[in-house]
C-alpha cells in the first residue's frame, strides 16, 4: 500500500483556532473512535446571525485547507496534521496529496 499524505508528523508552528475561525473553519470534536482516540473533523463554521457562510460544505473547507496548505500555510498543515487520520485519507482521496 503507498501512503501519499506528505505533511510533516509535527507541524512547524501549532494550531491556531482564532485564525480558522476568522477563515470560517475549525476543527471539531466528534467524539471517541472505536479504538479510544478522538475524532477530530475540519468543519465549515455555520454564522446564522451573519448571513450566508464563507464556504458551502465541509468539502469546500477541505479544498480551502489543502490548497493554503500546498502554498506553505504552518497553520493549515497542521489543520491537517490534527485531523482524524481516517478523514485525513479521504481528503487526500479527494484532493490529491499535500
Do not use: Y
Not at 6 to 33: H, K, M, R, Y
Not at 56 to 63: E, M
Amino acid at each position: 500500500m503507498k501512503v501519499l499524505m506528505t505533511i510533516p508528523a509535527v507541524p512547524s508552528a501549532p494550531f491556531d483556532d482564532t485564525v480558522a475561525e476568522q477563515e470560517g473553519w475549525g476543527l471539531f470534536d466528534c467524539g471517541p473512535n472505536p479504538d479510544g482516540t478522538r475524532e477530530v473533523q475540519l468543519q465549515r463554521i455555520d454564522f446564522p446571525d451573519a448571513g450566508k457562510p464563507p464556504f458551502d460544505s465541509d468539502k469546500a473547507v477541505w479544498a480551502h485547507v489543502v490548497a493554503r496548505a500546498r502554498a506553505g500555510s504552518d497553520l493549515h498543515r497542521a489543520a491537517l496534521a490534527a485531523a482524524d487520520p481516517a478523514e485525513r485519507a479521504l481528503i487526500e482521496a479527494t484532493f490529491g496529496a499535500w
